[in-house]
């Protein structure tokens, strides 16, 4: 008995390695949903770290949508985000390896490539099916020695991928978003030194029939204000996020003024470390569906937009990364200290949640 002696914690080799638990856990990320469809990014460690969108149909298996090898990630900004665009039944995303701007016809099939000047990357960008096009934020490299340069692009889906350049003029770029009727781009823009979290401006042109931008205008950000996300109501109302007293709370644009829907002292906006990021979403014509954080701890609420009164909906989850939503049904990324970070589906109307994707 006297040699023998207890094995304490970690004197042993253990068969749960950290290259086991590194290769089975998957990041997630860029939420959307569209009509019964709900896409997403995983980051596998199992694939290198590839990035593969994944489509899954309601009530149906999900598919990748871009084959291996193809990597899913933007270098915009460096941080990335906003690598995938949802057009009329293609998928177009940004390709790691390139940075050019591909399409995928049908979820698996063979990628086809539709920019190709090399040293311009593409992110965040949203579908404009009246003059088959994408308005997105371009980043020039081509030049060496030299900082990026900036600014909101139109790539002609048309006519073999052609990029014009449509504002230029400030050092960061971000969310440009198409009003329903086609006629007016909003978008972020800021400057050195500022973090989007500082100054952010929040601007609308209109378009052309060609996408020509005229008329720009800055509505809201700037100084001490950061605007975040622009987002068009389906009647064609502008709606973002914004702190001009100090906390993020949601706003809208009548035409002539901001008009603030609720004044909390809760944020209702995320730091835009990466592009494409959602905090609300809208849930038919007259609600938004929202992640707001309130002493530390991120809530889920549905917001009635005629009596601007929030409900706030039972949720297990204290940590939103994203919202996203197409009419009654909502979906989100989000976690908790007991519960893994996944893809949320919730029934606003039974207020019923079922995970899609557990990370």
């Known amino acids: 008995m006297a040699n023998d002696r207890v094995l304490g914690y970690g004197a042993w080799r253990s068969p749960i390695t950290s290259d086991l638990i590194v290769a089975e856990t998957i990041g997630l990320g860029q939420l959307e949903v569209a009509g019964g469809e709900t896409y997403w990014v995983e980051s596998r460690p199992a694939e290198r770290g590839r990035n593969v969108i994944v489509r899954q149909p309601r009530g ?10 193809f990597n899913a990630r933007s270098r915009v900004h460096e941080y990335g985000g906003g690598a995938y665009v949802l057009g009329s039944g293609d998928v177009f995303f940004t390709r790691y390896d ?10 698996g099939e063979a990628p086809v490539q539709v920019t190709s000047v090399d040293g311009l990357r593409f992110a965040d960008g949203v579908y404009d ?20 340069l900036n600014y909101l692009a139109q790539i002609d889906l048309a ?33 050195h030194p500022h973090m989007p979290w500082d100054a952010a401006e929040l601007w609308i042109g ?58 909390m002292p809760a944020e209702f906006g995320q730091p835009l470390w990466s592009l494409g990021t959602s905090t609300f979403a809208f849930a038919g014509r007259d609600a938004i ?15 009635d937009l005629g009596r601007k009164r929030l409900e706030v909906l039972p949720f297990p989850y204290s940590a939103i990364f994203d ?15 007991a519960l893994p970070t996944a893809v949320v589906e919730i029934d606003l109307d039974s207020r019923r949640h079922t995970v899609l994707r557990a990370s």
Request: hydrophobic share 40%; proline share 9%; charged share 20%.
């Open 323 to 337: 919202v996203r939503a197409a009419g009654r049904r909502a979906a989100v990324i989000a976690g908790a200290p």
């Open 60 to 69: 149906g298996p999900s598919e990748d949508v871009n084959p291996a090898p």
């Open 98 to 107: 390139d940075q050019m701007l591909y399409r995928v016809p049908r979820p």
């Open 129 to 148: 099916p009246r003059r088959n096009a994408i308005f997105s934020v371009g980043e020039d490299h081509s030049a060496a020695g030299q900082e990026p």
């Open 159 to 191: 006519a073999s991928g052609a990029v014009r350049k449509l504002v230029g003029g400030a050092d960061f770029y971000a969310s440009p978003r198409l009003s329903p009727d086609g006629r007016t781009l909003a978008w972020l823009a800021w400057n």
């Open 289 to 303: 569906v929202c992640a707001y954080a309130e002493r530390g701890f991120w809530k889920l609420g549905l917001l």
């Open 206 to 263: 209109t378009l052309g029939e060609d996408g020509t931008v005229a008329a720009s205008r800055r509505i809201a950000g700037g100084g001490d204000e950061a605007a975040l996300q622009p987002e068009w109501s389906p009647d064609g109302v502008l709606y973002f996020v914004s702190d001009p007293k100090g906390w993020w709370n949601l706003q809208r644009w009548t035409g002539s003024e901001v008009e603030p829907l609720l004044e």
